[in-house]
């Protein structure tokens, strides 16, 4: 992943940190764009993104962003990973 993106991801968890979940949802909205540009559609990167995004969505209580996020994470981890993978 290109340092760009890790850049992204590590301003919005500063953000998460913070509290400032607008801007760490921004961060990461940038980070998942640059992602689903270089990555595979099914890459476990794109799914920890989509997750990370579901639970900020949860705490500004957008629900209905907050289940799209982690439906698009569900399944890339359903076609990535085997039935009794830990994950």
Known sequence: VSKVI???LLIGKIHAVLHETDDAISA????LELQLNI??????DLAETYSIL???Y??????DEAQTNFLQCFHIRMKRLSPDHPE
Request: aromatic share 10%; no cysteine.
């Open 6 to 8: 890790r850049n992204w």
């Open 39 to 44: 990555l595979t559609n099914d890459h476990l």
């Open 28 to 31: 990461y909205e940038e980070a």
């Open 58 to 63: 949860i705490q500004i209580n957008q629900m």
């Open 54 to 56: 579901g639970n900020l």
